[in-house]
């Protein structure tokens, strides 16, 4: 590699730590403050209590839950395990890969307050969308009777096994760590606060040099030929180009940010931005041996649908 292309991508990697790495900082420190508090647990609780209202308290779980399609699974199994109804766990699986506190952060960091507000949104609009779906399909028979094909794992003492426990013994591989107590909770948050700090910034930082190469190495060309025209066709090959990028709500953002110096078009760009966390393959994969496969086909459907029709929504009113 010539050494002024080396320098060049160095430069982009350089700049970019340089802009967002205390927006990283004050994310992971906030993600502490949610374990510590136990807030997202909470939350998750009143789910499983909420009723008629508890597509709208999924997605708000979602929106506050610091946790990618992957590391929602865990949530999944357990809500799933206490008989929680299907809507309310598809709107989470759709909105919390999307968004979270830290990504929110992240995004207004490297992309700016527009791109902020949208994730938000959108975020917003695909979860309750997906869970309303799911709503009506289950009232009209199709997605009726029991769609998880997990079977609950009990200890010797009778308890439900943890979420970890029940996915292996289903064949599901889940992620999980182990929670040391702590009789200190700042310790704790501290504790919570380094997980998230190693688990998003190993990700952030391959983002950023994947930013940097597609700024450095990509031809402009291209990105105009795939999806820099302002058209319907460059919305559709923006989702399924999301479909099998390995990106969560965190990496998605450097990349999307080097997209978009490139010229990427925007409503392309929206969809990318929604499209690529929910469509995680990993995540995929789990779901196929969680749900029926009428469940996963019916997820799939309404999250890329749902951002795709955001971005030509956006392209129609920008």
């Known amino acids: 590699m010539p050494e002024s292309i080396l320098l060049q991508i160095l430069t982009v990697i350089g700049d970019e730590i340089a802009r967002m790495w205390w927006f990283f900082l004050l994310s992971v420190v906030l993600v502490g403050v949610i374990k510590g508090y136990r807030l997202d647990l909470r939350l998750r609780d009143y789910v499983n209590r909420a009723g008629s209202y508890g597509i709208v308290l999924a997605v708000g779980v979602g929106m506050v839950s610091p946790l990618c399609a992957c590391g929602i699974l865990p949530v999944v199994i357990s809500l799933a395990m206490l008989g929680t109804p299907l809507a309310p766990l598809i709107a989470l699986l759709v909105t919390s890969p999307i968004m979270g506190p830290d990504a929110l952060l992240l995004t207004y960091s490297g992309l700016g307050l527009k791109w902020a507000v949208l994730k938000f949104l959108g975020a917003g609009v695909l979860g309750l969308s997906a869970g309303l779906v799911v709503q009506a399909l289950v009232r009209q028979g199709f997605l009726a009777g029991d769609q998880v094909t997990l079977r609950p794992v009990h200890r010797e003492d009778g308890t439900l ?13 889940v992620r999980t760590m182990t929670i040391v107590p702590r009789a200190s909770r700042l310790r704790f948050i501290c504790d919570r606060t380094l997980d998230a700090a190693l688990f998003v910034g190993k990700y952030l930082l391959l983002a950023i040099v994947l930013e940097a190469l597609i700024v450095t190495l990509v031809p402009l060309s291209w ?13 559709l090959l923006a989702g399924l180009i999301g479909l099998p990028l390995p990106t969560n709500q965190i990496p998605i953002i450097p990349i999307l940010a080097g997209l978009l110096e490139r010229g990427i078009d925007h409503g392309a760009a929206l969809t990318l931005l929604m499209a690529g966390p929910v469509s995680s393959l990993p995540a995929i994969l789990a779901l196929w041996g969680m749900f029926r496969r009428r469940v996963v086909l019916v997820y799939l459907g309404v999250s890329l649908g749902g951002a795709v029709l955001l971005g030509w929504g956006y392209q129609l009113f920008s």
Do not use: C, H, P, R
């Open 223 to 235: 990105i105009t030929l795939l999806v820099g025209q302002k058209s319907f066709v460059s919305v």
């Open 161 to 173: 096994a943890s979420a970890y426990e029940i996915g292996s013994a289903n064949g599901v591989a």
